[in-house]
C-alpha cells in the first residue's frame, strides 16, 4: 500500500493496484473494505499520483487538521464544550476565520515570527535606510555611493556607517525610477538579494 500511496506516475500506481487485487483477492472480506474505501474511483485522490498540481499535493498526513483543530479548541473555544450551535457558528464565523485568513496573508507576505539572524539584518537594513535619510536632508546625500571606477557607472563602493573603515561593494542595473543592486557583500543582501537604491 505504501507503494501504491507514494507512486508519483499514475499508470504505475493503477498496475499496482491491480497487483494488490490479485495479491489479495482470496481474502475477499479485506477486499471488499478496500474497495470501497480506497479503490473506488472518487476516493482514489489518497495516492500521491492522484495530487500532482494542487495547492495541497504534498501534504501526506493530517497534521494541519490536528493542529488546526487544537487551535480551536484551546484558544477559540477556550478548552470548554460547546453546547449551543449558534455560538459556535459565531466563534467561528467571527473569531476563527478572519484569525486564519490572517494567518494564511501573513504566511504568504512572509510576515511572523523571524530568527536571530534575520532580525538583525532588519534592524541593520532599518539604520542603513535611516542614515541614508539623515544624510539626504543635511544635504550630505551626494556622496553616500563612491564608484570604484569612473568607466563603470554601475559599480560603488559604499562606506559602513555602522562600522568605521568598512566599506561594501555593490554592483547596480538601471530600472524605472531606482536603479537595483544586483550584487553586494553585505549581511543585508546576502540575506534577502533585493534591494533599491
Same mark, same amino acid.
Given at each position: 500500500m505504501r507503494a501504491i500511496m507514494y507512486e508519483k506516475r499514475t499508470t504505475r500506481a493503477r498496475a499496482a493496484i491491480e497487483r494488490f487485487r490479485e495479491d489479495y483477492r482470496h481474502l475477499p472480506k479485506i477486499m471488499k473494505y478496500f474497495e470501497n474505501q480506497y479503490f473506488r474511483e472518487e476516493k482514489i485522490n489518497w495516492?500521491?499520483?492522484?495530487?500532482?498540481?494542487?495547492?495541497?499535493?504534498? *501534504?501526506?498526513?493530517?497534521?494541519?487538521?490536528?493542529?488546526?483543530?487544537?487551535?480551536?479548541?484551546?484558544?477559540?473555544?477556550?478548552?470548554?464544550?460547546?453546547?449551543?450551535?449558534?455560538?459556535? *457558528?459565531?466563534?467561528?464565523?467571527?473569531?476563527?476565520?478572519?484569525?486564519?485568513e490572517k494567518k494564511s496573508v501573513d504566511t504568504e507576505l512572509g510576515i511572523g515570527r523571524v530568527s536571530k539572524k534575520?532580525?538583525?539584518?532588519? *534592524?541593520?537594513h532599518d539604520k542603513a535606510s535611516r542614515y541614508i535619510l539623515r544624510k539626504i536632508r543635511s544635504g550630505d546625500g551626494t556622496n553616500l555611493f563612491s564608484p570604484i571606477n569612473t568607466?563603470?557607472?554601475?559599480?560603488?563602493?559604499?562606506?559602513?556607517? !555602522?562600522?568605521p573603515g568598512r566599506a561594501y !561593494?555593490?554592483?547596480?542595473?538601471?530600472?524605472?525610477?531606482?536603479?537595483?543592486?544586483?550584487?553586494?557583500?553585505?549581511?543585508?543582501?546576502?540575506?534577502?538579494?533585493?534591494?533599491?537604491v
Open positions: 495516492m500521491l499520483c492522484e495530487r500532482q498540481g494542487t495547492y495541497y499535493g504534498q *501534504i501526506n498526513t493530517n497534521n494541519y487538521v490536528e493542529a488546526w483543530h487544537k487551535a480551536l479548541k484551546v484558544k477559540f473555544f477556550q478548552q470548554k464544550r460547546q453546547k449551543r450551535v449558534d455560538r459556535v *457558528i459565531h466563534i467561528l464565523s467571527q473569531l476563527a476565520v478572519p484569525c486564519f534575520e532580525k538583525k539584518v532588519w *534592524i541593520a568607466s563603470d557607472t554601475s559599480t560603488f563602493e559604499v562606506a559602513s556607517f !555602522t562600522h !561593494t555593490i554592483t547596480t542595473e538601471p530600472a524605472d525610477p531606482l536603479p537595483v543592486i544586483t550584487t553586494c557583500d553585505c549581511l543585508f543582501f546576502s540575506a534577502k538579494k533585493e534591494l533599491v
